[in-house]
């Protein structure tokens, strides 16, 4: 059986199986429940974690106190907070599990020396840094030119498992409106 971490950068590159030896020995994997943290707003970070199964939410809680979500995470897709990340700095943002959670991860150190000595993975990365980029892009622009319902639709069109998985609350919450608004919606 072909590991998943494979199947998924072979998406984009082809590997032998030495390579992915190589890359795999670059990442760790850890398990966490639900309503577990994986980034608190304010820390350091310096993972980036690829889920293996599980789903995840990025946000941030306003001087309200109340939650809007920037990103979900389901398997196959990366989460981190890219800014801290990338820049090594504190995490404006927290990520945590709304279901129990595998996760593979790896280090800025260890992504920094593995793109180095590899590129076809700093080929990789630049690919599914473009593809994050164009789904952000989209995302404002639906922000910005789409009703409330419209971007509903959208979502429910594009991730109709999300719907199965998350609370109307947290679905809400990303598309920056209240429960009974989301409610309406669905009417």
Known sequence: ???????????????????????????????KRKHQYIIQEGELVNKEYWIIKGCL???FVDDNGKEH?????????????????????????????IEDSDLLYISFENREKLTAQMHKMERFWAKKSKIGRIALQNRILSLLKNSTKEQYELLLQQYPKLFQRVPKKMIAAYLGVSRETLSRLNA
């Not at 998943?4 to 082809?14: F, K, T, V, Y």
């Open 1 to 31: 059986m072909i590991h998943p971490l494979r199947q998924h950068i072979e998406e984009i590159i082809s590997l032998t199986d030495e390579e992915f030896d190589f890359v795999l020995s670059h990442f760790k994997q850890i398990k």
């Open 69 to 97: 979500i920037l990103q979900f995470g389901m398997e196959n897709w990366w989460i981190t907070d890219y800014e801290s990340f990338v820049k090594q700095t504190t995490s404006k943002t927290a990520i945590d599990c």
């Open 57 to 59: 939410k990025s946000y």
